[in-house]
Nanobody, 122 residues
Framework: QLQLVESGGGLVQPGGSLRLSCAAS????????IGWFRQAPGKEREGVSA????????NYANSVKGRFTISRDNAKNTVYLQMSSLKFEDTAVYYC???????????????WGQGTQVTVSS
């Protein structure tokens, strides 16, 4: 069973920054595309960002482009999401997922973490 674990969420003021981490246990991430998704209360889960297995290709939702940066360290078996200039509307549970192609669509991912809460509030 592939397991992904997110960490790094928390409470931050508007304009602040957080870095989320997605780590894997019992398998290596290097062969997988990794996506970050989020789900706010009452809303559908949406794709935020994705990165190819090599890290050479990244993809961002328009709502976070220029503010969020996805990266990966295959030696540490970890994928990161650096979030800056956070806004109230970024508040959500953030999930990472492993899939076989570059996509921001939830249905293209096979394995999911449990999520980490990000709350942007003054």
């Amino acid at each position: 069973q592939l397991q992904l674990v997110e960490s790094g969420g928390g409470l931050v003021q508007p304009g602040g920054s957080l870095r989320l981490s997605c780590a894997a246990s019992r398998f290596t991430l290097r062969n997988w595309y990794i996506g970050w998704f989020r789900q706010a209360p009452g809303k559908e889960r949406e794709g935020v960002s994705a990165i190819s297995s090599s890290g050479g290709t990244t993809n961002y939702a328009n709502s976070v482009k220029g503010r969020f940066t996805i990266s990966r360290d295959n030696a540490k078996n970890t994928v990161y999401l650096q979030m800056s200039s956070l806004k109230f509307e970024d508040t959500a549970v953030y999930y990472c997922a492993a899939g076989r192609r570059d996509s921001l669509l939830t249905q293209t991912y096979d394995y999911w973490g449990q999520g980490t809460q990000v709350t942007v509030s003054s």
